[in-house]
């Protein structure tokens, strides 16, 4: 199973930028589709971001539109989320996830849609 290791994440006031990366293994077919999710305390896991690592195609959530942007670095298998204008609701643990599901398209952002998961970064935002 490909490794998926995620760092960037820290603590920064609201209004401020971090940028995460998830460096995989390797890029393969099963990693064909990567994501963003994050986890609040108290609350479940919802998908911020998925992004198709061969097509470079991305979708978001509602949640992180207009001020998230996930992209890849094929060269050094390397996921990364760029969060902009964080609130202090944007805190939480984020997780890297992977998958190569059914169908061309890695639009998912169901967490049941993906099997591959980093140990995930923790992003603290404060007023």
């Known amino acids: 199973q490909v490794q998926l290791v995620e760092s960037g994440g820290g603590s920064v006031q609201a209004g401020g930028s971090l940028r995460l990366s998830c460096a995989a293994s390797?890029?393969?077919?099963?990693?064909?589709?990567m994501a963003w999710f994050r986890q609040a305390p108290g609350k479940e896991r919802e998908g911020v971001a998925s992004?198709?690592?061969?097509?470079?195609?991305?979708n978001y959530a509602d949640s992180g539109k207009g001020r998230f942007t996930i992209s890849r670095d094929k060269g050094e298998s390397t996921v990364y989320l760029q969060m902009n204008s964080l609130k202090v609701e944007d805190t939480a643990m984020y997780y890297c996830a992977a998958t190569s599901p059914l169908g061309s398209s890695c639009s998912t952002l169901r967490e049941a849609d993906f099997g591959n998961w980093g140990q995930g970064t923790q992003v603290t935002v404060s007023s």
């Open positions: 390797t890029f393969t077919y099963s990693t064909r589709c």
């Open positions: 992004i198709s690592v061969f097509l470079g195609e991305t």
